[in-house]
C-alpha cells in the first residue's frame, strides 16, 4: 500500500503541478488514481513473497495478504493530495516570474508544508463539527465509495447489473486506449480539433464574429471542441449532479452570453477598446498593462498610482470581482434561509467540548472498534503550521510578518467551519480568496508579496482543510481505522508538497519562454497570470484607491447586494409563492453566482462543451440506459481523464521538449490562430499615439 500510494503521490503531484502551468491543463483524476491501483494492488499481492522486513524494531510484511477495499483508499487518500497543489504553485510562479522575486527553495518548501498543514489542522481539530455527524454526507465522496464496492464486490451481481458483459476494467482499458490514440490529433496532429470554431475560421478578420463565436478571447457561443482536455477544463462533466450543471449552464447563459456583450458592446468601462475575453489587465492605450512601468521594486514591490488607471476585460471585471462579490454575500443569507434548521441540529449532535481534548463520547456508529485520533494531535500539527508560517513571513522578504500570517490564519479558521458545513451538505465550494484579497488590501496597502501570501494562508490552507475532512468522511464510510489515516495523510501531504515544489522549480528552469505566449503546448500560466492581475488589483492599487467614490469599477460593489437579495427572492418563490414547482427547487444561488469561477481564463466554449456532455451523459443516457450509465458512466470518466493525462505528458516531453515538432505545420496547425479570436481583436481600436479613458 505504502509504496504504490507514494508512488502514485509523486506521480500526480509532479503531473497536476505541470498541469498548472499549461492551458488547456490536464490533471491526473482521483478516480483514475483509485481504479489503476486496484490492478497494481492485485499485481503486488500475486508477484511479490511474503517476507517480513525489520524497520525501527517494527516487523513489516513485503506482501500483508490480500488486496483489499481498504487499502484501496488508503492509496486513493495517499495520492489524493496530489490535487492540492494548483494553487499554491499559482501563487509560487507569481511570485517568481511576474514579480521576479526568487525567494529560493527554503521559502517554498516551507511555506507550502505551512499551508497544507495548516489545512490538515483544521479538519482534524473541528472533525466533531464538520465530519462526525451522520447528517453531513459529504456528497463528493459517495462516487469514489460506489467505486471502491465495483473494484471489491461483497456479494454478487444481480442479473440487471451483468447484462453488459464487459467488466468495468475491461471496459476502462477500451477506452483509456481508444481516448490515449484520439488525443495525438487535438494536442499535435490536428490542433484545430481542440479549439473548432469554424465560424471564426470563414470570417477570420471580422472582429465580432470572432468576439462573438471565438474560443481564445472570445465568448464562445458555439462551443464545439473534439478535445476532452477542453471539456473536462473545469472538472469531468460526467461525475456532476444534473441540477449543478443546469444551474451553471443558466449562468453561462445569462452573465456570459446576454450580459457580457450588453457591457461591452455599449463600451462600459472603456472595456471595446480591449478584448472582449482575456485574463490580462490593461492600460489606456489599449495594450497589456506594463507591471515594471508601474512596480517600484526598490521600494518593496509598492504601486506607482501616477503611472495610469487599470483596465480590465469586461468577462474579468464581472465575474472575478462582481460575481465573486455576489457569491460570498449571498452564501450567508443562502445559509441561513436553507440551512439554518440543519446546522442547529449538526451542532447538537456534535460534540465541541473534544475541540479541546477533552474527553467525550464518541458519535453512535462513528468507528466504535477503532482508537480514535487524540484532538491534541491536530493542534500540535495546527502549532507547526503556525511556526513554519510565521519563519517564512519574518525570515524571507515577503512583506507579510508574523501578525499577517497570525490574521490570515485565523480567517481561515473562522471561515472553516461554515464552509465544510456548505460543502459536506451541497457540494458547493464557496471561494472566499476576494475576501482575503481586500482584507490584504486594506491591511497591507501598496504591498503586493504580502498580499499574495495573506491569501495563500488565508484562502488556500481552508481549501486544503475541506479537502482533508472530505477524506475523514471517506475513512467512516469505508471504515478506515483514524490513526492509519492520520499517519497516511500526514506522510501524504509531506510527500506531495517536496514533489510540487521540485517540479515547479524543474518546470521554471527547463521549459523554454514558460509563462509567456511564446511558451511552447500552451504552457502559458493561465492561472498564475489570473492570480498576478488580481493581485495587482488588490494589493499594489488596493480596494480603497480602485473602489474610492467616483472611480470606474466602484459600481460592482452593487454584486453585494444582489448576492444579498437573489437568495431571499428565490427561497419567497419557491417556498411561499409556488411551492409545487419542482425546477424551482433546484435552483441555488452560490452555485448560480459563483460556478463560473474558471472565467478567464476558461472561456464559454470550455463551460458550453462541458455543460452539454454532462447533460447528455446525466439526462439523455441515463434514462435510456440507466444501466450502462450505473455501470460504466464513472469508469468512462476516469478513463478519459487518465488517458488525456498522461498523452498530454507523453506528447509534451517526446514531441515539444525535444523539438520534434518545431517544423511540423500544415492548414490544421494553424487555422485557427490566423484569426482575430487568435489575435486578441477588440471592437473599438485606439488611433496611434491616442488613448482613451
Same mark, same amino acid.
Given at each position: 500500500?505504502?509504496?504504490?500510494?507514494?508512488?502514485?503521490?509523486?506521480?500526480?503531484?509532479?503531473?497536476?503541478?505541470?498541469?498548472?502551468?499549461?492551458?488547456?491543463?490536464?490533471?491526473?483524476?482521483?478516480?483514475?488514481?483509485?481504479?489503476?491501483?486496484?490492478?497494481?494492488?492485485?499485481?503486488?499481492?500475486?508477484?511479490?513473497?511474503?517476507?517480513?522486513?525489520?524497520?525501527?524494531?517494527?516487523?513489516?510484511?513485503?506482501?500483508?495478504?490480500?488486496?483489499?477495499?481498504?487499502?484501496?483508499?488508503?492509496?486513493?487518500?495517499?495520492?489524493?493530495?496530489?490535487?492540492?497543489?494548483?494553487?499554491?504553485?499559482?501563487?509560487?510562479?507569481?511570485?517568481?516570474?511576474?514579480?521576479?522575486?526568487? !525567494?529560493?527553495?527554503?521559502?517554498?518548501?516551507?511555506?507550502?508544508?505551512?499551508?497544507?498543514?495548516?489545512?490538515?489542522?483544521?479538519?482534524?481539530?473541528?472533525?466533531?463539527?464538520?465530519?462526525?455527524?451522520?447528517?453531513?454526507?459529504?456528497?463528493?465522496?459517495?462516487?469514489?465509495?460506489?467505486?471502491?464496492?465495483? /473494484?471489491?464486490?461483497?456479494?454478487?451481481?444481480?442479473?440487471?447489473?451483468?447484462?453488459?458483459?464487459?467488466?468495468?476494467?475491461?471496459?476502462?482499458?477500451?477506452?483509456?486506449?481508444?481516448?490515449?490514440?484520439?488525443?495525438?490529433?487535438?494536442?499535435?496532429?490536428?490542433?484545430?480539433?481542440?479549439?473548432?470554431?469554424?465560424?471564426?475560421?470563414?470570417?477570420?478578420?471580422?472582429?465580432?464574429?470572432?468576439?462573438?463565436?471565438?474560443?481564445?478571447?472570445?465568448?464562445?457561443?458555439?462551443?464545439?471542441?473534439?478535445?476532452?482536455?477542453?471539456?473536462?477544463?473545469?472538472?469531468?462533466?460526467?461525475?456532476?449532479?444534473?441540477?449543478?450543471?443546469?444551474?451553471?449552464?443558466?449562468? /453561462?447563459?445569462?452573465?456570459?452570453?446576454?450580459?457580457?456583450?450588453?457591457?461591452?458592446?455599449?463600451?462600459?468601462?472603456?472595456?471595446?477598446?480591449?478584448?472582449?475575453?482575456?485574463?490580462?489587465?490593461?492600460?489606456?492605450?489599449?495594450?497589456?498593462?506594463?507591471?515594471?512601468?508601474?512596480?517600484?521594486?526598490?521600494?518593496?514591490?509598492?504601486?506607482?498610482?501616477?503611472?495610469? +488607471?487599470?483596465?480590465?476585460?469586461?468577462?474579468?471585471?464581472?465575474?472575478?470581482?462582481?460575481?465573486?462579490?455576489?457569491?460570498?454575500?449571498?452564501?450567508?443569507?443562502?445559509?441561513?434561509?436553507?440551512?439554518?434548521?440543519?446546522?442547529?441540529?449538526?451542532?447538537?449532535?456534535?460534540?465541541?467540548?473534544?475541540?479541546?481534548?477533552?474527553?467525550?463520547?464518541?458519535?453512535?456508529?462513528?468507528? +466504535? !472498534?477503532?482508537?480514535?485520533?487524540?484532538?491534541?494531535?491536530?493542534?500540535?500539527?495546527?502549532?507547526?503550521?503556525?511556526?513554519?508560517?510565521?519563519?517564512?513571513?519574518?525570515?524571507?522578504?515577503?512583506?507579510?510578518?508574523?501578525?499577517?500570517?497570525?490574521?490570515?490564519?485565523?480567517?481561515?479558521?473562522?471561515?472553516?467551519?461554515?464552509?465544510?458545513?456548505?460543502? !459536506?451538505?451541497?457540494?458547493?465550494?464557496?471561494?472566499?480568496?476576494?475576501?482575503?484579497?481586500?482584507?490584504?488590501?486594506?491591511?497591507?496597502?501598496?504591498?503586493?508579496?504580502?498580499?499574495?501570501?495573506?491569501?495563500?494562508?488565508?484562502?488556500?490552507?481552508?481549501?486544503?482543510?475541506?479537502?482533508?475532512?472530505?477524506?475523514?468522511?471517506?475513512?467512516?464510510?469505508?471504515?478506515?481505522?483514524?490513526?492509519? /489515516?492520520?499517519?497516511?495523510?500526514?506522510?501524504? /501531504?509531506?510527500?506531495?508538497?517536496?514533489?510540487?515544489?521540485?517540479?515547479?522549480?524543474?518546470?521554471?528552469?527547463?521549459?523554454?519562454?514558460?509563462?509567456?505566449?511564446?511558451?511552447?503546448?500552451?504552457?502559458?500560466?493561465?492561472?498564475?497570470?489570473?492570480?498576478?492581475?488580481?493581485?495587482?488589483?488588490?494589493?499594489?492599487?488596493?480596494?480603497?484607491?480602485?473602489?474610492?467614490?467616483?472611480?470606474?469599477?466602484?459600481?460592482?460593489?452593487?454584486?453585494?447586494?444582489?448576492?444579498?437579495?437573489?437568495?431571499?427572492?428565490?427561497?419567497?418563490?419557491?417556498?411561499?409563492?409556488?411551492?409545487?414547482?419542482?425546477?424551482?427547487?433546484?435552483?441555488?444561488?452560490?452555485?448560480?453566482?459563483?460556478?463560473?469561477?474558471?472565467?478567464?481564463?476558461?472561456?464559454?466554449?470550455?463551460?458550453?462543451?462541458?455543460?452539454?456532455?454532462?447533460?447528455?451523459?446525466?439526462?439523455?443516457?441515463?434514462?435510456?440506459?440507466?444501466?450502462?450509465?450505473?455501470?460504466?458512466?464513472?469508469?468512462?470518466?476516469?478513463?478519459?481523464?487518465?488517458?488525456?493525462?498522461?498523452?498530454?505528458?507523453?506528447?509534451?516531453?517526446?514531441?515539444?521538449?525535444?523539438?520534434?515538432?518545431?517544423?511540423?505545420?500544415?492548414?490544421?496547425?494553424?487555422?485557427?490562430?490566423?484569426?482575430?479570436?487568435?489575435?486578441?481583436?477588440?471592437?473599438?481600436?485606439?488611433?496611434?499615439?491616442?488613448?482613451?479613458?
Amino acid at each position: 500500500m505504502w509504496v504504490i500510494g507514494i508512488g502514485f503521490c509523486l506521480l500526480g503531484s509532479g503531473l497536476n503541478t505541470l498541469s498548472t502551468f499549461r492551458f488547456p491543463s490536464i490533471t491526473l483524476s482521483q478516480s483514475a488514481i483509485q481504479f489503476l491501483a486496484f490492478p497494481l494492488g492485485k499485481a503486488w499481492e500475486l508477484v511479490f513473497p511474503n517476507w517480513e522486513l525489520n524497520i525501527l524494531g517494527s516487523k513489516v510484511s513485503l506482501n500483508p495478504g490480500p488486496f483489499n477495499h481498504k487499502e484501496n483508499i488508503l492509496i486513493y487518500i495517499l495520492a489524493n493530495l496530489s490535487f492540492l497543489t494548483r494553487l499554491s504553485a499559482d501563487v509560487l510562479t507569481e511570485q517568481r516570474v511576474f514579480y521576479g522575486f526568487n !525567494a529560493g527553495w527554503g521559502f517554498e518548501l516551507v511555506m507550502t508544508l505551512a499551508t497544507i498543514l495548516f489545512g490538515f489542522s483544521l479538519a482534524g481539530i473541528f472533525r466533531s463539527l464538520v465530519v462526525e455527524p451522520p447528517g453531513l454526507v459529504w456528497p463528493g465522496v459517495l462516487g469514489n465509495t460506489a467505486l471502491n464496492n465495483a /473494484l471489491h464486490p461483497r456479494r454478487q451481481e444481480a442479473a440487471s447489473e451483468t447484462m453488459w458483459k464487459m467488466s468495468r476494467y475491461q471496459f476502462f482499458m477500451v477506452a483509456f486506449s481508444v481516448s490515449f490514440c484520439w488525443y495525438w490529433f487535438p494536442d499535435f496532429i490536428f490542433p484545430a480539433l481542440g479549439y473548432f470554431t469554424f465560424v471564426c475560421w470563414i470570417a477570420p478578420d471580422n472582429a465580432v464574429v470572432n468576439q462573438v463565436f471565438g474560443m481564445k478571447s472570445g465568448l464562445g457561443i458555439l462551443p464545439l471542441t473534439f478535445d476532452w482536455s477542453q471539456i473536462a477544463y473545469i472538472g469531468s462533466p460526467l461525475v456532476v449532479p444534473t441540477w449543478a450543471i443546469l444551474n451553471i449552464l443558466a449562468s /453561462l447563459v445569462f452573465w456570459i452570453y446576454i450580459v457580457s456583450p450588453a457591457i461591452y458592446y455599449t463600451n462600459t468601462w472603456f472595456s471595446a477598446y480591449l478584448p472582449i475575453q482575456s485574463n490580462s489587465i490593461y492600460d489606456n492605450t489599449g495594450a497589456v498593462y506594463n507591471v515594471s512601468r508601474v512596480i517600484d521594486r526598490a521600494q518593496g514591490f509598492s504601486f506607482n498610482a501616477t503611472k495610469g +488607471q487599470i483596465y480590465l476585460p469586461v468577462t474579468y471585471a464581472l465575474n472575478t470581482f462582481g460575481l465573486a462579490f455576489a457569491t460570498i454575500a449571498s452564501l450567508f443569507i443562502w445559509t441561513v434561509l436553507e440551512k439554518r434548521h440543519s446546522f442547529m441540529e449538526f451542532f447538537r449532535s456534535s460534540s465541541p467540548g473534544s475541540l479541546f481534548g477533552f474527553k467525550t463520547s464518541i458519535p453512535k456508529d462513528v468507528q +466504535q !472498534a477503532y482508537k480514535p485520533v487524540p484532538t491534541w494531535w491536530y493542534w500540535i500539527s495546527g502549532l507547526i503550521s503556525l511556526a513554519l508560517a510565521i519563519f517564512a513571513s519574518e525570515y524571507y522578504p515577503v512583506q507579510l510578518h508574523y501578525h499577517g500570517a497570525l490574521l490570515s490564519m485565523a480567517i481561515s479558521a473562522i471561515f472553516f467551519v461554515p464552509l465544510a458545513w456548505v460543502y !459536506a451538505t451541497s457540494n458547493v465550494k464557496v471561494q472566499i480568496d476576494i475576501f482575503c484579497r481586500i482584507v490584504a488590501g486594506y491591511v497591507y496597502e501598496n504591498k503586493v508579496l504580502a498580499n499574495i501570501w495573506f491569501f495563500n494562508l488565508g484562502y488556500i490552507s481552508g481549501i486544503k482543510g475541506l479537502a482533508f475532512a472530505q477524506d475523514l468522511k471517506l475513512g467512516i464510510y469505508c471504515n478506515i481505522p483514524p490513526r492509519k /489515516l492520520f499517519l497516511v495523510q500526514a506522510v501524504g /501531504l509531506v510527500v506531495g508538497a517536496v514533489s510540487q515544489v521540485s517540479v515547479l522549480n524543474w518546470a521554471l528552469n527547463h521549459i523554454p519562454n514558460i509563462c509567456t505566449k511564446n511558451a511552447p503546448n500552451g504552457f502559458t500560466c493561465p492561472f498564475s497570470r489570473t492570480h498576478f492581475n488580481t493581485s495587482i488589483v488588490w494589493g499594489a492599487v488596493g480596494p480603497r484607491h480602485f473602489f474610492m467614490p467616483g472611480s470606474l469599477y466602484r459600481p460592482l460593489l452593487w454584486f453585494f447586494l444582489l448576492g444579498a437579495l437573489l437568495p431571499v427572492v428565490v427561497f419567497i418563490l419557491k417556498r411561499r409563492i409556488f411551492p409545487n414547482t419542482k425546477w424551482l427547487r433546484k435552483i441555488h444561488v452560490p452555485v448560480f453566482l459563483g460556478g463560473l469561477n474558471y472565467i478567464p481564463p476558461a472561456s464559454g466554449t470550455n463551460y458550453g462543451s462541458w455543460a452539454i456532455v454532462g447533460l447528455v451523459f446525466g439526462l439523455v443516457i441515463k434514462r435510456l440506459h440507466r444501466h450502462w450509465w450505473q455501470r460504466h458512466n464513472f469508469v468512462l470518466s476516469s478513463a478519459l481523464d487518465c488517458s488525456v493525462a498522461i498523452a498530454s505528458v507523453l506528447i509534451f516531453f517526446t514531441v515539444f521538449f525535444t523539438g520534434a515538432a518545431d517544423k511540423f505545420s500544415w492548414w490544421g496547425t494553424t487555422v485557427h490562430q490566423n484569426t482575430c479570436d487568435w489575435k486578441d481583436c477588440t471592437y473599438l481600436q485606439v488611433a496611434k499615439g491616442e488613448t482613451f479613458g
